[in-house]
């Protein structure tokens, strides 16, 4: 207890604020706003200074034909997936894709640049129009050239593929986590040391995107309200860190943060931990 108000009062009043909104317990969809954490069985190693699980309903399976002729879409009509969508339709439509060869990450359930690049390809090969978004006619295609995706086939228990890095992880030491790929590669001038699968925050408590730097770290962290474990917490934004998850471990992709980048295998992570230094890059991006 001394050491922490010693430390507090080390700070001062602005970071004090920043070092008492430490918070990530896991959560289901659709929870409140972060709450603070406090440190189990050790001090920080230094001084401290928006999500992608929001599961729609799924869209029943429509018949589709490859013989038939599929039907242009109606002038102005809205399609039925886009760019920027998330649901679990979504999630269906990545898991068919990948039986087809056109992506080869695992289904996040979010429509980004990889799947508007695949349906492009997909309709450029049976005559639609490329547009990258999934009309009605697009959907009845794929169906029909694919089969109803199993539960290993939506939610892998395989690692993520890494999606390519964003520009500003090709140089430094930088904690490079893609959003669309749901993974954290550990990168050193430009070279992929190790990764690993990770998860966000939820729509109400966000894991916010941008250019950061670790600001302090703790081996053992645990949350006051939510007494929830933390180990290797990597804090890089206002209370948002990278660290373990039992909870993501245990439940996956079913479950979300309070806006921490959660790591489901631990033993990656205690190896990260001991490489990053306070300091060091950390990237968050679509």
């Given at each position: 207890?001394?050491?922490?108000?010693?430390?507090?009062?080390?700070?001062?009043l602005a970071a004090?604020?920043?070092?008492?909104a430490?918070?990530?317990?896991p959560?289901?969809?659709?929870?409140?706003?972060a709450?603070p954490?406090?440190?189990a069985?050790?001090?920080?190693?230094?001084?401290?200074?928006?999500?992608?699980?929001?599961?729609?309903?799924?869209?029943?399976?429509?018949?589709g034909?490859?013989?038939?002729?599929?039907?242009p879409?109606?002038?102005?009509?809205?399609?039925l997936?886009?760019?920027?969508?998330?649901?679990?339709?979504?999630?269906?439509?990545?898991a068919?894709l990948?039986?087809?060869?056109l992506?080869?990450?695992?289904?996040?359930?979010?429509?980004?640049?990889?799947?508007t690049a695949?349906?492009k390809?997909?309709?450029?090969?049976?005559?639609?129009?490329?547009?990258?978004?999934?009309?009605?006619?697009?959907?009845?295609?794929?169906?029909?050239?694919?089969?109803?995706?199993?539960?290993?086939?939506?939610?892998?228990?395989?690692t993520?593929?890494?999606d390519?890095?964003?520009?500003?992880c090709?140089?430094?030491?930088?904690?490079?986590?893609?959003?669309?790929?749901r993974?954290?590669a550990?990168?050193?001038?430009?070279?992929?040391?190790?990764?690993m699968?990770?998860?966000?925050?939820?729509?109400?408590?966000?894991?916010?995107?941008?250019l950061?730097?670790?600001?302090w770290?703790?081996k053992?962290?645990?949350?006051?309200?939510?007494?929830?474990?933390?180990?290797?917490?990597?804090?890089?934004?206002?209370?948002?860190?990278?660290?373990?998850?039992?909870?993501?471990a245990a439940?996956?992709?079913?479950?979300?943060?309070?806006?921490?980048?959660?790591?489901?295998?631990?033993?990656?992570?205690?190896?990260?931990?001991?490489?990053?230094k306070?300091?060091?890059?950390?990237?968050?991006?679509?």
């Amino acid at each position: 207890m001394h050491r922490q108000k010693a430390f507090i009062r080390t700070l001062g009043l602005a970071a004090a604020v920043a070092f008492a909104a430490t918070a990530c317990g896991p959560q289901g969809a659709g929870a409140g706003p972060a709450a603070p954490s406090a440190p189990a069985g050790g001090s920080p190693s230094a001084s401290p200074s928006k999500q992608d699980d929001k599961p729609g309903s799924p869209s029943p399976s429509a018949p589709g034909s490859s013989s038939a002729p599929s039907a242009p879409a109606a002038p102005g009509a809205k399609p039925l997936m886009a760019n920027g969508d998330e649901s679990e339709q979504v999630r269906e439509l990545q898991a068919r894709l990948r039986q087809l060869k056109l992506v080869s990450t695992a289904p996040t359930a979010f429509y980004g640049s990889k799947t508007t690049a695949a349906v492009k390809t997909f309709q450029s090969q049976h005559g639609l129009s490329a547009t990258g978004s999934v009309d009605e006619a697009t959907w009845q295609k794929v169906q029909g050239l694919t089969k109803k995706p199993t539960d290993d086939e939506l939610r892998p228990p395989t690692t993520n593929e890494v999606d390519a890095p964003d520009p500003r992880c090709m140089q430094g030491r930088v904690m490079c986590i893609s959003k669309e790929s749901r993974t954290l590669a550990w990168m050193i001038d430009g070279k992929v040391v190790s990764t690993m699968d990770v998860r966000f925050g939820s729509e109400n408590t966000p894991t916010r995107e941008g250019l950061f730097q670790v600001e302090w770290k703790a081996k053992e962290w645990t949350s006051t309200i939510y007494h929830t474990s933390m180990p290797y917490s990597m804090f890089f934004s206002q209370g948002q860190a990278v660290h373990y998850s039992s909870d993501f471990a245990a439940r996956g992709y079913d479950g979300a943060s309070h806006g921490c980048v959660n790591v489901r295998d631990k033993k990656k992570l205690s190896e990260l931990f001991d490489q990053v230094k306070v300091g060091d890059k950390v990237v968050v991006y679509w």
